[in-house]
């Protein structure tokens, strides 16, 4: 209950505006039967035709009431409902994009996704319905029974009897129902993963006649979602039908022993209608109860799995640093640095014992076979991940003593399969940076972009489609490294980001670097020597160890490893 009090309390006013109103609305409702019975035991008897539509009137006026009062409840409860859950959605949104590497890979992206969309829609139907429904119905409940055992205690007793068993009924099933629904939730995240992975990569199911596989994949989990919501659902309903059952059953009472006190002269038969329609009010708001319960279980559900992510704690605070950095005049440092992905385990590091300098307006290209670690390097530099061991220095600062923001604005980067927004291409090249269309322009013409992008009619205001597909995938590598340039970066991390490109422009890219942006620091991750050889020094990597390191010439001379890779290039040219 704690999410859902901490989003609606900004809006308690309105809250507790639009419930006031349903009570009223409730309230008006419930006067409706007890004026009917007024008029066929008390007015109709009387033989006078104005008194019966005097009261007729107001038994009009009162259902017009609750009419105009519920609607405009239930209006307010929209409009609580919908901006708490705006609220909720944004510090979820912001949170995730403010988690560590290790915390989003423990949530997973098909989780996220599904606790964004069916999570806080279930929370937002729950904070909407409880405050009509969570009115109505115990007021209905209560006030109905005050009505009826007014008007004929004997005959409430029925009631009194019926309702707290159907009351015991809804609440030891909805305790049951709590956790299923969270199974089923947990389900739910294994299939949005299924589909991704196959939305993503259908090219791949297609090439390969896998769809069959990938179908079966998909069948064995969508068979698990299924089973467990039948499973959750099917519990959630027994109250409903048994409801029913004893709401069939009580009438039958009600029916029964009304008309032997009407024959023996001891209630009025208005007494009898007007306790049938309390008495179907009454059932309905149990039924509604339940209903309630059904909702709650699957917003509590919900609530939590939001929740859990909302309260994760930090596992990256900043550090102040020790003060025993013994800057040695490096802008990028890594000394001795261990990694590995998997926190608490005796797995294989990612990294093993890394150690290099880049000073300011140097360059580092990095070299080495796929898993090699190439990428971790970066992710540890940009502290998307805190090295096991170890220190990865900026400045002569230890990474962990920045503030997250202080520390990425110095890069300009472009990662392996980075993403094309569906924007127009000035909106990707200054992602909402403040750079003008001049900035704009000259990192495009820098990244080798700008003659493809002005051959289109509206030039940089052409739209870009989901993930670019409407690109080629050297377009793209252009825009992502236009991207990076535009805010002129202090240092430029380029990962893999020229592997679309064919030889002469990847050439006159790295003659741009090198002319336009000779004072910034440069990463460069590459799979083809030719991209990294003009760096002031190279690294080589082999299972999360530098085998070899120096420049383009000391490594063919000194690496085997380097020297064959640079051959097999050199030959296939």
């Known amino acids: 209950m704690e999410l859902f009090i901490r989003y609606l309390r900004p809006y308690r006013r309105l809250l507790l505006a639009g419930m006031i109103i349903k009570l009223f609305g409730t309230l008006a409702e419930l006067s409706i039967p007890y004026i009917l019975e007024h008029i066929i035991d008390r007015i109709v008897p009387a033989g006078r035709i104005f008194p019966v539509l005097l009261w007729g ?229 149990v039924m509604g109860l339940n209903r309630i319960f059904v909702m709650f279980s699957k917003a509590k559900a919900s609530a939590d799995r939001m929740q859990s992510v909302l309260s994760d704690l930090p596992d990256q605070p900043i550090v102040p640093d020790d003060g025993t950095s013994d800057d040695t005049g490096a802008l990028i440092e890594f000394r001795n640095v261990d990694f590995n992905y998997f926190v608490g385990t005796k797995s294989e590091n990612a990294l093993t014992g890394i150690s290099f300098r880049v000073k300011e307006g140097d360059s580092l290209g990095i070299l080495g076979p796929t898993g090699s670690g190439k990428s971790t390097i970066l992710h540890l530099l940009m502290r998307f991940y805190d090295c096991t061991s170890g220190k990865v220095l900026v400045d002569g600062r230890d990474v962990r003593s920045y503030d997250k923001d202080e520390l990425r604005r110095m890069f300009g980067v472009v990662f392996q399969n980075d993403i094309i927004f569906a924007d127009t291409i000035s909106e990707n090249i200054s992602f909402g940076r403040d750079v003008d269309k001049a900035g704009i322009s000259f990192a495009a013409e820098a990244a080798m972009a700008k003659d493809f992008i002005e051959e289109y009619p509206d030039s940089y205001l052409h739209k870009a489609q989901v993930k670019g597909v409407n690109f080629s995938g050297g377009q793209k590598q252009r825009i992502l490294i236009a991207r990076a340039l535009a805010a002129k970066p202090r240092i430029l991390i380029l990962d893999d980001a020229s592997s679309a490109l064919d030889y002469r422009t990847d050439a006159a890219l790295r003659r741009n670097l090198r002319n336009h942006y000779a004072d910034t620091t440069m990463l460069i991750v590459a799979q083809r020597i030719s991209s990294i050889k003009d760096m002031s020094n190279i690294i080589v990597l082999d299972n999360g160890r530098i085998i070899a390191s120096g420049t383009h010439e000391e490594l063919l001379a000194a690496s085997p490893y380097y020297r064959q890779v640079y051959e097999s290039q050199m030959g296939s040219v």
């Open 57 to 285: 009137f107001l038994m009009i006026f009162m259902a017009f009431v609750t009419a105009v009062l519920n609607i405009t409840a239930n209006r307010r409860a929209v409009d609580v409902s919908s901006r708490a859950i705006y609220d909720l959605r944004g510090d979820f949104f912001r949170k995730t994009m403010h988690l560590s590497g290790t915390r989003f890979d423990a949530f997973g992206l098909p989780s996220l996704q599904s606790r964004m969309t069916t999570d806080s829609y279930n929370v937002q139907n729950f904070m909407a319905r409880m405050q009509t429904m969570g009115v109505r119905t115990p007021i209905m409940l209560i006030g109905g029974i005050l009505v009826t055992m007014i008007m004929d205690p004997s005959l409430s007793l029925i009631l009194i009897v019926l309702v707290p068993l159907l009351i015991a009924i809804v609440i030891l099933v909805s305790l049951k129902g709590v956790p299923l629904f969270d199974k089923v939730q947990r389900h739910l995240d294994d299939l949005i993963r299924i589909m991704r992975e196959n939305i993503s990569g259908i090219r791949v199911v297609k090439a390969l006649s896998r769809e069959d596989h990938e179908r079966d994949r998909f069948n064995a989990e969508n068979d698990a979602l299924t089973q467990s919501d039948i499973l959750a659902n099917t519990i959630m309903a027994i109250p409903g039908p048994s409801m029913q059952l004893f709401l069939n059953g009580g009438l039958s009472f009600v029916v029964y022993f009304g008309a032997l006190r009407v024959n023996s002269g001891q209630t009025r038969p208005g007494v009898i209608l007007a306790f049938l329609t309390y008495f179907n009010l009454i059932m309905m708001s």
